[in-house]
């Protein structure tokens, strides 16, 4: 008897481990927080961007924890001499960086129709033509590396998870759709970075352009 619920502790005990180490394992694969902290997100870490024109609420809402930013190609630019096209977005002002291994989290969602506008950038880099290290675009529902490189495909009226990681040192960018590498850059120089989200016009863009976010993290990895 004693031996039989020996035998029997024993082997739920392995499969307890078993069951343990396979999840460790697939978490360390997903759990793309390992190794950073997690800073403070809320209103006072961004400033929206919008067309100056026009009063935010006209271009933006936060409703039930959602960030829904939208604007139309005949938009006025975010200032009035600017030469760049119109756009809604999220400036993450809270956290401005010259250095270290940042990462940017959110869920996000486009509807069907949006094209031809970057949702998601690492500002900083050159050339002047974008100033950016990074862009996430969307093009017929397709995620591209500026219009270089599809990162995702067919991502129309569906929320996924979107992870951005910037190593400066390293001089890396790489992009994780719904915990998948999906893409791994380079830099492209600049010196101060800092993330911004949501709908900025780029080229063949749709009258209408919108995304939404939610869940937005901003992580700094630990020393
Ligand atoms: C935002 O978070 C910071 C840091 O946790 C806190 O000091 C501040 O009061 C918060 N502000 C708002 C508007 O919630
Ligand atoms: C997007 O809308 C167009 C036009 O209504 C339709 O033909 C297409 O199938 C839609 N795409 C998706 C992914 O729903
Ligand atoms: C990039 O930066 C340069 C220099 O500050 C500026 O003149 C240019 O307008 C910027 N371009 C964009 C697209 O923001």
């Keep these: 008897m004693y031996r039989l619920k020996h035998n029997i502790s024993s082997t739920l005990g392995l499969i307890i481990l078993y069951i343990h180490i396979t999840d460790t394992r697939s978490s360390v694969i997903n759990d793309l927080a390992l190794g950073f902290t997690r800073l403070p997100f809320n209103k006072s870490y961004y400033i929206n961007h919008k067309p100056y024109n026009l009063p935010l609420e006209e271009r933006y809402s936060f409703i039930n924890g959602v960030h829904k930013l939208w604007v139309f190609s005949t938009d006025e630019p975010l200032s009035r001499c600017s030469p760049t096209l119109p756009r809604s977005e999220l400036f993450i002002n809270g956290y401005i960086y010259f250095t270290g291994v940042w990462q940017f989290e959110a869920h996000v969602f ?114």
């Design 110 to 223: 486009v509807p069907n129709g949006t094209t031809g506008v970057s949702l998601m950038q690492v500002f900083g880099g050159y050339p002047h033509v974008t100033n950016t290290t990074l862009m996430v675009r969307v093009y017929d529902g397709n995620l591209y590396y500026y219009k270089y490189e599809v990162i995702s495909s067919d991502m129309y009226d569906k929320w996924f998870r979107l992870n951005v990681i910037r190593d400066v040192e390293g001089d890396t960018v790489n992009v994780y759709i719904n915990g998948v590498l999906k893409f791994e850059g380079q830099g492209r120089g600049g010196a101060m970075h800092y993330f911004k989200c949501g709908v900025y016009a780029q080229d063949q863009d749709s009258y209408y352009m919108e995304s939404r976010w939610k869940h937005i993290n901003i992580y700094k990895k630990s020393k």
